[in-house]
C-alpha cells in the first residue's frame, strides 16, 4: 500500500529557514499535500502541489517536488515561534468525482528557538 | 461559512460503553471522511462517506465502529463497546463535490477511554 515517511523531529533557531523532508511510494499520488497541526489543534492545510509542477511558492513556504525520487521538501523561510507546530505530508492519487482519500505521514515536530 | 465542527471536543468512556461522534461539514459539502490518529503517529484514513452513502469503509475496524451520514443532520462516527486501544483523536474532514484536490479539517475529538 501507500506509504508516506518523515523525521519525527526538526530544531532550528528563530529566523532560520526550516526544510521539513518527506518521501512517499506511491508513484500513482496526483496531490502532495503539507498540513501543519498545533497542540490540541485540527490539521490546517498549508499548501498543496501537484504531481506536474516541479515547486510552489506561497509568501514564507515553498515547496519542491521530485517526482522521480518521490521525494518532497517543503521549506519555511524566516521561521518564527508560531511556526512551531507538527508538519504533516501527506499525498493522494488521481480521483474523479471529488474522492479524496488521503495518506499521511507520521509527523514532523518543527521546534523553533527563540 | 463556519468550518467543519465536530463535537464533542473532548470524551471519556468506560471500557464497555458506547461513543458517538459528530461532524457537521461545511455548507455545501458533500463528502464526510473520517480520521483517526492514535498517539504520536499519523493520521489513518476510516471511511469516507456522500450523504446516505458509505463510498469507501477500507480503513474501519471490521467489529464495533460504524459511521453514517445521514439525509439530514451530522456525521456519525459510533464506536460500540469500546476498549483503551481505541482511545484517540478521531478528526472529520469535508469537501465539496467535484473538487478533490483539497478537504477541510474539524478540530477533532479526543477520545480517551478509562
Known amino acids: 500500500g501507500e506509504d508516506v515517511e518523515q523525521s519525527l523531529f526538526l530544531s532550528v533557531r528563530e529566523g532560520d529557514s526550516s526544510v521539513i523532508n518527506c518521501t512517499y511510494t506511491?508513484?500513482?499520488?496526483?496531490?502532495l499535500y503539507w498540513y501543519k497541526q498545533e497542540p490540541g489543534a485540527g490539521l490546517q492545510l498549508l499548501t498543496y502541489i501537484f504531481s506536474n509542477m516541479d515547486m510552489k511558492q506561497d509568501q514564507r513556504l515553498t515547496v519542491l517536488l521530485n517526482k522521480k525520487d518521490k521525494h518532497l521538501s517543503l521549506r519555511i523561510a524566516d521561521t518564527q515561534t508560531g511556526d512551531s507546530a507538527i508538519y504533516f505530508c501527506?499525498?493522494?492519487?488521481?480521483?474523479?468525482?471529488?474522492?479524496?482519500?488521503?495518506?499521511f505521514g507520521t509527523g514532523t515536530k518543527l521546534q523553533v528557538i527563540p | 461559512n463556519a468550518g467543519v465542527m465536530q463535537n464533542p471536543r473532548h470524551l471519556v468512556r468506560r471500557r464497555g460503553q458506547e461513543a458517538r461522534l459528530r461532524c457537521s461539514p461545511m455548507?455545501?459539502?458533500?463528502?464526510v471522511y473520517w480520521y483517526r490518529q492514535l498517539p504520536e503517529e499519523g493520521l489513518k484514513f476510516m471511511v469516507y462517506l456522500q450523504k446516505e452513502n458509505i463510498i469507501d469503509e477500507s480503513g474501519m475496524p471490521k467489529e464495533r465502529f460504524s459511521a453514517e451520514f445521514p439525509k439530514e443532520g451530522p456525521s456519525i462516527l459510533r464506536i460500540q463497546q469500546v476498549v483503551r486501544g481505541d482511545s484517540a483523536a478521531y478528526f472529520c474532514?469535508?469537501?465539496?463535490?467535484?473538487?478533490?484536490?483539497?478537504?477541510?479539517f474539524g478540530q477533532g475529538t479526543r477520545l480517551t477511554v478509562v
Open positions: 501527506a499525498e493522494s492519487g488521481g480521483n474523479s468525482g471529488g474522492y479524496q482519500k488521503v495518506t
Open positions: 506511491d508513484s500513482s499520488s496526483t496531490y
Open positions: 455548507k455545501g459539502h458533500s463528502h
Open positions: 474532514a469535508s469537501s465539496p463535490p467535484g473538487r478533490g484536490t483539497e478537504a477541510f
